[in-house]
C-alpha cells in the first residue's frame, strides 16, 4: 500500500520561511513526476510546483522566486523551501506523486497526501 506522509506545515508570519516534506513509503517500484498543490480558504486547489523525474521543475507564478521544490529519489521525497511568505499563500498544502507499485499492475498512478495547513499571519 502505497502512501504519502507530509511534514512541516504550521503558523509562520509574513516574510518568513517553511519547508515542507512529503514522503513515499509502502512497497514502490518507481516515482515520476511529483508536485505540490494548495488550496486557499475559499478557493479551488491550484498548482504550486512540479518536478520531474529528471529534475525538470515548474512553478506557479504566484510563488516563483520564492518557493523551490526538490526532489531525493533515494528517499523517495519531494521538499517544497517556501521563502518570504505573504498571507496569501495561507492554505493546505497537498503532495502528489505519480508512482508505480505492484498494486497498480506496475502502473503510474497519482497518489495525494493528507494535507498540511501552512497559516501565514501576523
Known amino acids: 500500500q502505497v502512501q504519502l506522509v507530509e511534514s512541516g506545515g504550521g503558523y509562520v508570519q509574513p516574510g518568513g520561511s517553511l519547508t515542507l516534506s512529503c514522503a513515499a513509503s509502502?512497497?514502490?517500484?518507481?516515482?515520476?513526476?511529483m508536485g505540490w498543490y494548495r488550496r486557499p480558504p475559499g478557493q479551488l486547489r491550484e498548482l504550486v510546483a512540479t518536478?520531474?523525474?529528471?529534475?525538470?521543475?515548474e512553478y506557479a507564478d504566484s510563488v516563483k522566486g520564492r518557493f523551490t521544490v526538490s526532489r531525493d529519489n533515494a528517499q523517495n521525497t519531494v521538499t517544497l523551501q517556501m521563502n518570504s511568505l505573504k498571507s496569501e499563500d495561507t492554505a493546505v498544502y497537498y503532495c502528489?506523486?505519480?508512482?508505480?507499485?505492484?498494486?497498480?499492475?506496475?502502473?503510474?498512478?497519482?497518489?495525494w497526501g493528507q494535507g498540511t495547513l501552512v497559516t501565514v499571519s501576523s
Open positions: 502528489d506523486a505519480g508512482v508505480r507499485s505492484p498494486s497498480t499492475d506496475s502502473l503510474a498512478v497519482r497518489y
Open positions: 509502502g512497497t514502490i517500484l518507481s516515482i515520476g513526476a
Open positions: 518536478i520531474s523525474s529528471s529534475g525538470v521543475t
